[in-house]
């Protein structure tokens, strides 16, 4: 018998957000996934090794960079939507092909003069501004109001001086969007007040004077290097300010820099792609299960055939799609416009521990050859459980939910 797998037929009654175009669009990611970025990972990853040029160069060719952009400024002008339907499929062959469209769709664009802006977001959705995002600190992970990397102005500049952890892409980008304290809150202030987000500007494959970093060894998430930052008096021009709200045009250039809440709002989006990310991981350990289980016999028969194995596929495949469509729910109350941050966080939560215990369950389903490097399953839990980590864990999505349904008592 020849392994084969049968995808789940699409329901006779579609929801309403799908679209032919949507459908167009999906099918063309996952071939250009399964046919392009597949055979890449299975040689890369198990080298550590890092996304070449030219799958870079087809990311671009085929708009992915810009999925959200403007069609004005050349993107495809889609929503949050498209870019997570396109990030499950690239994820589903390597997740960091999904990731590293995060640091593109007009990422580092926002600033308030309108020239700059418009020529950068030109330049995002052609793929020639890929950017890293530095939030955390060494002491500031969860608890982003804590940052204490210092911008300092002095004349035309700020002068960033302080440490960030856990910024990938950092070395290989073309900018970093760095969040930084410029003063400290003044009474009866929230502890987030005084930061903003600064825009520096970098030659890709390189680090500027006064910044160095070193890669952290990770376990998983190949595919581009994650950086430990060091600022050591690192010049920013005064202008390269991230302020959403001005480069929105729905305030003034004078609009209060709220480098804090602008974190937020792309936490949220963030948080849906890594929902969309880890529904591409599990669905791979799930594909790559039902072919095993019809290739693997034991006692005379594929091991398929076995019904506990049965079941465990059947629980694996109602939780991938239970997990999919909530994403795509809240991907499209985002493109809407509705405040959805509870959402946000609970479909970050749902999604990603799913992934977790499909993998795994995958891993045990491939038995001892999951345990080893010959086989796929390994890398997709390997970036599974990570995604249950950043863009603010499972406990901190927990917090969110639960802060925004249940009221605390003045005793707390």
């Known amino acids: 018998m020849t392994p084969e797998f049968v995808p789940p ?24 996934a399964m046919d392009e970025v597949l055979p890449v990972a299975d040689e890369l990853d198990p080298q550590k090794g890092l996304i070449p040029a030219s799958l870079l ?36 062959a390597w997740m960091s ?25 030109a330049r995002s959705a052609r793929g020639e501004w890929i950017g890293a995002i530095a939030l955390s600190e060494p002491d500031a992970g ?50 987030s007040a005084g930061l903003v987000n600064l825009l520096l500007e970098k030659e890709r494959g390189s680090f500027p004077a006064g910044l160095t970093g070193s890669p952290i060894d990770k376990i998983g998430y190949h595919g581009f290097l994650t950086w430990d930052l060091t600022f050591d008096g690192v010049r920013i021009p005064r202008g390269n300010v991230i302020d959403e709200a001005a480069a929105s045009d729905e305030q003034g250039a004078d609009a209060t820099r709220a480098g804090f809440a602008q974190a937020q709002l792309f936490l949220n989006t963030a948080r849906v792609h890594t929902a969309a990310r880890a529904v591409g991981l599990a669905r791979a350990a799930l594909e790559d299960s039902v072919l095993y289980l019809q290739e693997r016999e034991q006692f005379g028969h594929p091991i398929g055939d076995f019904q506990a194995l049965r079941f465990a596929v059947a629980e694996m495949a109602a939780q991938v799609e239970q997990a999919r469509a909530f994403y795509r729910q809240v991907a499209h109350l ?6 959805c941050e509870r959402e946000a966080a609970m479909v970050k939560l749902e999604a990603t521990e799913m992934s977790v215990r499909v993998t795994n369950q995958a891993m045990q ?12 399953v390994e890398r997709h839990w390997r970036d599974a459980r990570l995604t249950t980590i950043f863009e603010g864990t499972s406990e901190i999505q927990k917090r969110i939910v639960s802060d925004r349904i249940l009221p605390r008592s003045p005793l707390s």
């Open 9 to 32: 037929q699409p329901p006779a009654l579609l929801p309403p957000w799908h679209t032919p175009e949507r459908e167009a669009l999906q099918l063309q990611a996952r071939r250009f």
């Open 57 to 92: 160069s087809r990311l671009a060719e085929l708009g992915y960079f810009g999925i959200t952009v403007p069609a004005e400024h050349g993107g495809l002008g889609l929503g949050v939507f498209e870019y997570c339907m396109v990030s499950e499929e690239l994820a589903r």
């Open 97 to 121: 092909t999904a990731s590293i469209l995060a640091r593109a769709q007009g990422l580092g664009t926002a600033l308030a003069d309108a020239g700059p802006r418009r020529e950068l977001l």
């Open 142 to 191: 969860s608890d982003l109001a804590g940052v204490s990397t210092r911008a300092v102005p002095d004349g035309d500049e700020w002068v960033v001086t302080g440490r960030k952890r856990w910024c990938g892409n950092a070395e290989a980008a073309d900018f970093i969007q760095v969040l930084v304290r410029e003063r400290d809150p003044g009474p009866g202030e929230r502890r």
């Open 334 to 339: 985002l493109d809407v416009g509705v405040p």
């Open 365 to 376: 389903l491939h038995g001892g050859n999951g345990y080893t490097t010959e086989r796929q």
